[in-house]
């Protein structure tokens, strides 16, 4: 991607207590890769293909926003995306909630001909919550050798959606997963 192109993504971060309580937990592992903000989230879709549907893609949050209510996860696992600069991840256990939320984002892309990169297709898609990304292989692998040893699966509450601009990462929408009742 050119530094004109733009990319998006549609990411739930962690509800605040959440966030917090899994910084905690990983605080407990030493390392350089705490430097900087920490910002878990549980991302539906990155789109880098170029598109001048950013009003359509506002209003796919907008709308998921108001028809769905916070809701929890358990994350059960660690993962890793390799590459140059690996992603680590921890991976929650599937449910119902989380998989519906998915498809109703990957059916409304699809209907407004908006492309996410593959892996976020609707039926690719590996549900994960960023932890790390952008940094040095050494770090990544420090980091999870020393979560691996206390780890323990958890409750986290997503809360809230965004639609994020990158590079550099600009926050176009951010809302809070609204409805009173499930």
């Not at 350089?32 to 796919?60: C, M, N, Y």
């Not at 976020?120 to 994960?128: A, F, N």
């Not at 040095?136 to 050798?145: D, G």
């Not at 020393?146 to 780890?151: A, E, P």
Request: proline share 9%; aromatic share 10%.
């Amino acid at each position: 991607m050119d530094a004109e192109t733009k990319g998006y993504s549609i990411e739930l971060p962690l509800a605040t207590e959440s966030k917090e309580r899994l910084f905690e937990k990983l605080c407990e592992v030493e390392g350089r890769w705490q430097e900087g903000p920490f910002k878990p989230h549980l991302s539906f879709a990155v789109i880098r293909e170029p598109t001048d549907k950013v009003d359509a893609l506002r209003r796919i949050v907008r709308d998921f926003a108001a028809s769905r209510g916070p809701f929890t996860i358990r994350l059960s696992s660690m993962g890793i995306f390799p590459g140059k600069r690996p992603v680590f991840t921890l991976m929650p256990a599937w449910n119902d909630e989380l998989l519906a939320g998915h498809h109703v984002i990957a059916d409304q892309l699809a209907a407004e001909g908006i492309p996410p990169i593959p892996y976020y297709e609707k039926h690719q898609w590996s549900p994960h919550v960023t932890i790390m990304m952008g940094r040095p292989r050494r770090e990544v692998s420090a980091a999870m050798e020393g979560l691996s040893r206390i780890w323990w699966p958890g409750e986290y509450e997503l809360d809230m959606i965004e639609l994020v601009e990158f590079y550099p990462a600009v926050k176009l929408e951010q809302i809070p997963l609204s409805r009173s009742s499930r």
